[in-house]
Structure formats: structure tokens, C-alpha cells
């Protein structure tokens, strides 16, 4: 018989990236609107977590802080492309 070569699984690694608010969500504010245009794609969406590297209780905190600035006027809600 013929040699059979079982083919190996490749693992894929994600990077894990560092939050940068180091887990301090205080640290978020919807007033401060060069910091929160950082998360927000070019069509006026909310980066995933998986974009930013910013951790879970830091993106339900950044999320609530970008619908606030919408809602005051900071941010508009779509960009024109």
C-alpha cells in the first residue's frame, strides 16, 4: 500500500490585544469626541471588539458614550462617503 499522510490541522492564533483603556472604563467620556472617532468606522458604525482590542465591560461603556454623543449633535450619526 501506498504511504497515506494524515493532513495536520493548522492552528490559527488571534492576537490578543491589550485594552487601551486598561480595563478602566471611567476612563471613557462622550464629551471627549477625538478618542471616541477612533472606534467608529468611516459609515458611522461601531468597531467591534474584535477591531479594537478593547475589552467587555470597555466597549458596553464606549457604546453607551457614542449614542450619547449622537444623540447631542457631538458625532453625526452617518458620515457622508
Do not use: H, W
Amino acid at each position: 500500500m501506498a504511504n497515506i499522510r494524515k493532513k495536520q490541522k493548522r492552528r490559527v492564533v488571534k492576537a490578543v490585544l491589550k485594552c487601551p483603556f486598561n480595563n478602566d472604563p471611567s476612563k471613557i467620556d462622550y464629551k471627549d469626541v477625538s478618542t471616541i472617532k477612533k472606534y467608529i468606522t468611516t459609515r458611522g458604525r461601531i468597531k467591534p471588539t474584535e477591531q479594537t482590542g478593547v475589552s467587555a465591560r470597555c466597549q458596553r461603556k464606549l457604546t453607551l458614550s457614542i449614542k450619547r454623543a449622537r444623540y447631542i449633535g457631538l458625532i453625526p450619526f452617518t458620515q457622508y462617503v
